[in-house]
């Protein structure tokens, strides 16, 4: 099935996480501290990692944001008691590209997993290169450039990139979104994907050298719409 990094401290949740996820066919590695996810990140290759935010040793937010450094392309989900939305905010803009919290309901875990394990072969039939003004994304070889430099991006923006750039120039709704790019079945808050694309838009700015940056326009309330620089 999937390698599967877990990091949390408390031995009841880490064992019972660990036993439960070995039951669905999931190769597990767990850790209890932040530091010990990190080594271990130099060394392994991951699916996915479940980070505890409430971490012994080390902020659960920085160690998020190495991992996203040093497992670019692993899916890392937050597992955190602070069920604020600014906390959830700072976690995600740090590299997280989902959140559970706790107390963590098991059928709602392995579903979530589900969902992000199917992420990325789901883009519609058609061709492989999209070439938008100077963004060339390129969704067999899942990378992006813009005005000859890569832009690196994390999976799941990757995946939202390519999703509205299929359909570049018309708008596409919230709830498409969530459904193509995460999850039809989609039971977390839909903040994930205004975080993901406050990041985009980033990336794609600090990418370019001009003025001439693409732009991914809100349509308040409905979706968003993903225009090419104008010439």
């Known amino acids: 099935m999937a390698q599967l990094l877990v990091v949390e401290d408390d031995e009841t949740i880490g064992g019972y996480l660990e036993s439960s996820l070995r039951v669905h066919g999931h190769e597990v590695v767990w850790q209890r501290t932040g530091g010990g996810a990190l080594r271990e990140a130099e060394t392994g290759e991951f699916n996915m990692v479940l980070l ?17 450094g040093r497992l670019p392309w692993s899916v890392l989900v937050m597992l955190t008691a602070r069920a604020e939305e600014m906390d959830i905010v700072v976690g995600l803009e740090a590299g997280a590209d989902d959140y559970l919290t706790k107390p963590i309901r098991l059928a709602e875990l392995h579903a979530r997993i589900r969902a992000h394990l199917r992420r990325g072969a789901l883009l519609p039939d058609g061709p492989t290169t999209y070439v938008l003004g100077e963004l060339r994304v390129d969704t067999a070889a899942r990378r992006v450039s813009l005005a000859g430099h890569e832009v690196e991006l994390r999976a799941r923006e990757f995946d939202l990139l390519a999703r509205l750039a299929v359909d570049a120039g018309v708008m596409v709704s919230r709830e498409t979104l969530m459904a193509e790019v995460w999850d039809a079945n989609w039971a977390g808050s839909t903040k994930t994907l205004d975080v993901h694309v406050a990041a985009l838009r980033r990336k794609l700015t600090e990418a370019s050298s001009t003025r001439a940056v693409p732009r991914i326009v809100t349509l308040r309330g409905r979706g968003f719409r993903f225009e090419p620089p104008e010439d």
């Open 52 to 68: 505890d935010l409430g971490l012994p040793d080390l902020d659960g937010v920085e160690v998020c944001r190495q991992l996203r």
